[in-house]
């Protein structure tokens, strides 16, 4: 059991934290500074692969893959054994000196201090280091993990912080110097040289044309956006620092810390794995096993991975660059084709631990090692790439924590949803191909305009006729057929040719049907997925951990769509 003392603690800072950060959408139409008009579900037609549909509803056949589902017993359970974490201490000191010269940072503080001390847990998400945030699915990510640590410490009564894991050590430079406005992508203009640089050293300043492209009248951004994003990306401060600026500016208040794991101090509580990386492969022989496994076979298909482990999944940092290391017959070497013995390897690991980059299948393990974590937020293959890590977890006798999908979001603006019901479409349509909305919209138009019936009696009237003309002449019935397919497929000819020219005369209402659709999905991407999150910056992020505490479960695979309000003039 916990101490009832700090159960009691944690209930009354729930309240306090509710009373003064949190306005119910229910009783007021408003999340934080953002006004709605509705709130539609599309859970049911959001799809999703297998294996998570089977996640979502709780399938025991899945548990192989994932250890447990988040219930109240494995909750209690899981965090009970947090209380024995060990490396508390060193996860303090670290995070106390990467937030010593954040501004506005007393919140931050106190949520530093709480880790410090049993049995305070983490529920964790992460993402690369885009610029100004990157797209709304990393503030979606960041929004539901602050909602899931409440929803854990009001439910089971003990303290949670909610950490986001900044990709500090990520190399692709050219992946994070881009953004997304209005179905438009930008790119910064210094990518080049830099894909094997860790991105979160690098200066500020390399996405000093992107922060220009904010500023460009013609965007109408609001100036309080473009402001905040410049004073963040200012030259003198590196990828991480910026990042972390501009995410505590926006969630900070809500409790959110921001953790570099790029720290000599934390990657030594991590040796003993990166030891064991280098000596036998142990990534890849597990992972290789899972996946080949039946019950990996069950639910996601034999061999079948979303991401592919290397002999050895560790990078090495030397001379500022990140390169992948590969086993050979007597030792190492690395990208650029430098040898090492397997005595240097090591001997470099005894000494410098900070020179060795988890990959992608390493990381998740890295994160388990350093965070007294319940829980961890991530997309579709997020979660895909943790399920075949399941053998490895249980081979070094970890426990992975509840993996929990985050939910998807879009957004309209009144007068463009009430367009779209005009037209005969319902939220489920949003879905739907270019194509079919099209043809859709054509049939709407032309009043259901069809041949159908037209074919039933022409079909009905050529059956009745070659009857008739088999009882007189049986080689004539060819003939017959033609003729009916001909005369078929002419309606059908016909039929096109209606919808072609109502879509004509509905130029402008199909070119507004197809606007919405490009503007909830751009480039044929969920808008989640490419544009830009700052732009939904309504005056501040409280509206998007609202919307997760009273329209979305924090536990995640929720979808809605939001109709925000017409501007009041």
């Not at 359970?77 to 995070?95: G, P």
């Not at 003729?483 to 199909?510: D, I, M, P, W």
Request: a neutral charge; one cysteine or more; charged letters at 25%.
């Amino acid at each position: 059991m916990l101490p009832d003392t700090l159960t009691l603690q944690s209930r009354r800072l729930r309240r306090i934290r509710v009373q003064q950060n949190f306005k119910s959408p229910l009783l007021h139409g408003i999340f934080g500074k953002m006004q709605y008009k509705e709130i539609i579900g599309l859970e049911e037609w959001l799809r999703l692969p297998e294996v998570l549909n089977s996640m979502k509803n709780q399938h025991s056949s899945v548990l192989p893959l994932i250890d447990a589902y988040p219930d109240k017993t494995s909750i209690e359970t899981a965090a009970a054994r947090k209380i024995s974490f060990e490396h508390r201490a060193v996860l303090y000191e670290v995070l106390q000196e990467q937030y010593a010269h954040v501004d506005n940072n007393a919140l931050a503080l106190r949520q530093i201090g709480k880790l410090k001390h049993m049995p305070t847990c983490t529920v964790t998400t992460g993402h690369q280091l885009c610029f100004a945030g990157g797209p709304l699915m990393v503030f979606i990510k960041a929004a539901q993990t602050i909602a899931l640590a409440r929803h854990i410490e009001s439910k089971y009564g003990f303290q949670v912080v909610p950490v986001f894991w900044m990709a500090s050590e990520d190399h692709d430079f050219a992946e994070i110097a881009k953004m997304s406005l209005f179905g438009k992508t930008y790119t910064g203009n210094h990518t080049e040289g830099k894909n094997l640089i860790p991105v979160g050293k690098l200066d500020a300043s390399a996405c000093s044309s992107l922060v220009e492209t904010l500023s460009d009248p013609s965007l109408r951004i609001p100036s309080q956006l473009v402001d905040m994003v410049k004073a963040c990306y200012a030259p003198q401060k590196t990828q991480t620092e910026a990042f972390r600026a501009l995410m505590h500016r926006l969630f900070g208040s809500e409790g959110l810390l921001l953790l570099d794991a790029d720290d000599a101090r934390l990657k030594r509580l991590f040796l003993p794995h990166i030891k064991q990386e280098l000596n036998m492969q142990v990534t890849l022989h597990a992972v290789e096993e899972m996946c080949n496994s039946e019950k990996y076979a069950q639910h996601i298909g034999k061999g079948n991975m979303q991401a592919t482990p290397r002999n050895i999944n560790l990078f090495y940092i030397g001379e500022g660059k990140r390169l992948r290391i590969d086993k050979t017959e007597n030792g190492f070497r690395d990208e650029l084709g430098k040898d090492y013995t397997i005595e240097e390897m090591m001997n470099e690991a005894d000494m410098h631990p900070e020179r060795f980059s988890p990959g992608v299948l390493l990381r998740p393990l890295y994160q388990e090692c350093i965070l007294p974590n319940l829980a961890y937020v991530g997309g579709r293959a997020e979660l895909l790439y943790w399920m075949q890590l399941g053998g490895l977890f249980r081979q070094l006798g970890m426990a992975m924590p509840f993996l929990i999908l985050r939910n998807s979001l879009f957004l309209i603006r009144e007068q463009a949803w009430m367009k779209w019901k005009e037209k005969a479409f319902a939220p489920k349509d949003i879905f739907l191909s270019r194509e079919v909305i099209e043809k859709k919209y054509a049939n709407h138009a032309s009043e259901g305009f069809s041949v159908k019936d037209a074919q039933q009696k022409m079909t009905e009237v050529y059956t009745t006729l070659t009857n008739s003309i088999l009882e007189i002449d049986a080689s004539l019935a060819g003939m017959a057929e033609a003729e009916k397919a001909k005369h078929l497929s002419g309606l059908k000819q016909l039929e096109e040719r209606v919808l072609r020219s109502v879509k004509q005369k509905e130029e402008t209402g199909l070119r507004q049907v197809l606007k919405i659709k490009d503007t909830l999905f751009p480039q044929g991407v969920m808008m989640e997925r490419t544009e830009a999150g700052i732009l939904f910056d309504r005056e501040g992020m409280e509206w998007l951990i609202g919307l997760h505490e009273s329209k979305l479960s924090p536990l995640g695979f929720g979808a809605v769509l939001v109709v925000e309000a017409a501007d009041k003039k």
